[in-house]
């Protein structure tokens, strides 16, 4: 499997689970379940860089061969060395480029999926527990910084091998140049380390400030429609102005610290060439090297400043990288609303009864149960009634005769469905949309559309069921966004269906219709509508009413009227 992590086709739910103790351990991680692509991209990235390494000594070696007069077969094999080494620079560096982007791709990709795969696990839970403008910038800032850092490992660790070899060779010639080098190169980079720290604080600034954009940004492109009606565009476009010159003034601030470091990226191996050019020329002068040896020198000492600029440029991006990856554990430790339980009771065939004893809520298998509450209080009883698992539901709410908080997740999202207000319309066709995943024939689509009245809202969008509809659905009015919402509940068909105030955003006509359609299409399933509608009660096979509040999670006893 982790050979195959990079293939498109592979789900995230077959992606290991990601350690997601903290920032290095997630990014030890990545390159544990697939090293090649890095490993491939260090050895080619050597093999890339420790020919421009070597190209001055080659070069001063000529030099030396062709000023002691030795003739030109000296010179001409040296030459072809030079040449050698250039073509075999050409071809590793063609393939380093596929390999750092093949380590970069597979970082985007794993990450991507899993941050998919928490994103679907904690479902409507993750509003509760995150901002979505972090999650949004997750999946783009954060995944491309990630992906960056091991785009640039492999040039990396070539630069280090070639910056050995260099040191190496500068001491078996002058043990003198060659301690130069060795302790110039290695305070060249550590001089950068200081700047780090500051880059890192600084782009988590940047990061929490984009985050909340991001969010209001989402915020008021979804209430557009309100802010209209209610004179609020004005205000809260202000508003969104000033977080986004925080954001403007938070990038200044990480693009002024990262300009810092680019400067001692270039000044500071700049400082290490001119002291071993300088120390080299005056060995040259009273003859410990030669002139052939001095050219060597200086074009190594020159080439050094590669590996230090490489190694600055991988210091930046791996402490982005850093930021970056603690923002996505700190998603992927958010913990689910509901979990697995130990030992997950099955769920009985056939129709299911849904019951709360501690309400006293009972609606009868197959059936149409309409239970009335106080207004603030639907959404707390429609979570309490639908939710599964461990630690999430109530022990007191039964179905088919099981515990809730005893259930398998999987297998009771297979069986019951809430449908709310706070349910959305994706971008796509409106085909795909009500299909949500699943391959319902025309006529049941058709059904579904008649009974939540949506017919007329798919005839008027141009193409139909093959229109393609915004996120959010914000084309559409709030009666006809919601209107479709009904008829993919309708379309999914569970044995049994949760419909909170199905009906508040259509007139009294167009509710009236809805009533007695879904009645009919509902017929031996077991439906439970949340709602203070009379049209709804008066369609209804049994209605609950609760009148006062109960101190911890719902409404408090109710009386029943059955019909």
């Not at 250039?86 to 596929?98: E, H, P, R, T, Y």
């Not at 110039?184 to 500051?198: F, K, Q, S």
């Not at 879904?518 to 509608?533: C, F, K, N, Q």
């Amino acid at each position: 499997m982790t050979n195959r992590l990079f293939d498109a086709s592979v789900a995230p739910s077959r992606v290991p689970e990601a350690d997601a103790r903290g920032p290095w351990a997630y990014l030890w991680w990545l390159v544990r379940i697939r090293p090649w692509p890095l490993v491939l991209a260090a050895g080619l990235g050597a093999l890339w860089m420790v020919p421009l390494a070597l190209v001055p000594l080659v070069i001063g070696r000529a030099i030396d061969e062709a000023g002691q007069g030795s003739g030109q077969a000296g010179l001409y094999l040296w030459s072809l060395l030079a040449l050698g080494l250039g073509i075999l620079q050409a071809l590793a560096g063609a393939g380093l480029i596929q390999a750092a982007v093949g380590a970069e791709a597979h970082a985007l990709s794993v990450t991507h999926r899993v941050l998919m795969r928490q994103v679907v696990r904690l479902g409507a839970g993750l509003r509760g527990q995150a901002r979505s403008g972090d999650v949004a910038a997750s999946a783009a800032a954060d995944v491309a910084s990630i992906g960056n850092a091991f785009e640039v490992l492999g040039r990396t660790i070539g630069a280090a091998v070639a910056a050995v070899l260099v040191a190496v060779a500068l001491t078996a010639t002058s043990p003198l140049l060659g301690l130069a080098v060795l302790i110039g190169v290695p305070a060249a980079v550590l001089g950068i380390g200081p700047l780090l720290r500051p880059l890192q604080a600084r782009d988590e600034a940047q990061r929490e400030q984009m985050g909340i954009a991001t969010s209001q940004a989402g915020d008021i492109v979804a209430g557009l429609r309100i802010l209209r009606g209610i004179g609020g565009e004005a205000g809260f476009a202000e508003r969104f102005r000033h977080t986004s010159q925080r954001v403007r003034r938070a990038g200044e601030s990480a693009g002024r610290m990262e300009a810092w470091i680019q400067a001692a990226g270039v000044f500071l191996p700049g400082l290490v060439t001119v002291g071993v050019v300088w120390l080299g020329a005056r060995l040259a002068l009273s003859g410990a090297i030669t002139a052939g040896e001095l050219v060597a020198f200086y074009g190594a000492s020159a080439f050094l400043t590669l590996p230090v600029s490489t190694a600055t440029e991988a210091a930046e991006t791996l402490s982005l990288a850093k930021v970056a990856a603690g923002r996505v554990c700190t998603l992927l430790r958010l913990a689910p609303g509901t979990v697995r339980p130990a030992r997950p009771e099955p769920l009985p065939t056939g129709p299911l009864p849904l019951a709360d004893s501690g309400l006293g809520i009972t609606a009868a298998a197959g059936r149409l149960t309409v239970v009335t509450a106080p207004a603030d209080r639907t959404g707390v009883l429609a979570e309490r009634l639908s939710r599964g698992g461990a630690g999430g539901g109530s022990p007191d709410v039964r179905l088919g005769g099981v515990p809730l908080d005893r259930t398998d997740p999987d297998g009771l999202s297979a069986r019951l469905l809430h449908s709310g207000p706070g349910d959305v319309l994706f971008s796509g066709t409106v085909r795909q949309e009500l299909a949500a995943g699943s391959a319902p024939s025309a006529e049941a689509v058709a059904r579904a559309l008649f009974a939540a009245d949506a017919a007329d809202v798919v005839d008027a969008l141009p193409g139909g069921l093959d229109a393609r509809l915004d996120e959010g659905g914000r084309a559409l009015s709030g009666g006809q966004r919601q209107r479709l919402i009904l008829a993919r509940a309708l379309l999914a068909a569970p044995d049994v269906l949760i419909l909170e105030d199905p009906t508040s955003s259509v007139d009294a006509h167009t509710e009236a219709r809805i009533v007695d359609r879904v009645a009919a299409l509902r017929a031996g399933r077991t439906t439970v509508v949340l709602s203070d509608s009379p049209l709804w009660r008066g369609a209804a096979d049994h209605v609950v009413r609760l009148e006062a509040q109960a101190p911890s999670d719902g409404p408090d006893r109710s009386s029943g009227v059955s019909r």
